[in-house]
């Protein structure tokens, strides 16, 4: 399999158009980055990444590995999506059969073969599994409030990643909570309680 590039494209005369491409680094079957700590993050099955430009050239000439690990056996499923968390984390998915391998010093080793998210802190260089989600997982972000969301490629639902009391990250997978419950995206609130997620956008 031929590495891809990672390019850069300018354009100077505001035309709309590239008018130069430099390439920044050759990775593997890139499907996630995210930007951090003056470089990129970015996914290289079966490795993560952190790539940086460290003399201003528009190439990558400091590059090392931060996590190994990553199954490559099937490139559809494999970890995707990259995205900076408002803790600090680094969020990704991946799809069902996959089997990943994480080993750090500083807390538990993962071994997973779960479709889900994963949480990886590229200060510490920890690992830990975020939420499962099933069977083909693709998108997650963020909003203004912090809430986060993720996708699921095969069903074309979207969910909202949230505690669900046991300290455990599940989705919500309907929109207006059962009758006394919180399971969905919004839920009746009294006066001084917070609001749901989606409770300001519900008409009543």
Partial sequence: MRPRTASRRTKPDSDGVADRV???AKVQN?????FWNGGVIVTCQSELLFLKDTDGDGVADFRTSLLQGL???DTHHGANNLIYGPDG??????????????EHPWGPSL??????MYRFDP????????????PNPHGTAFDYWGYQYATDGTGGRAFQVRPDGNGFNDYA???RSSEGKKDGLF??????????????LVAK
């Fill in 22 to 24: 430099t390439e920044f």
């Fill in 30 to 34: 890139p499907l996630g980055f995210e």
């Fill in 71 to 73: 199954d490559s056996s």
């Fill in 89 to 102: 984390g680094i969020y990704w998915q991946s799809g069902v059969f996959m089997v990943h391998n994480h």
């Fill in 111 to 116: 071994q997973s073969s779960a479709s889900a």
């Fill in 123 to 134: 200060r510490r260089h920890t690992i830990s599994m975020h939420a499962t989600n099933s």
């Fill in 173 to 175: 997978r309907r929109f």
């Fill in 187 to 200: 839920w009746p609130t009294a006066d001084g309680e917070p609001p749901s997620p989606l409770g300001p």
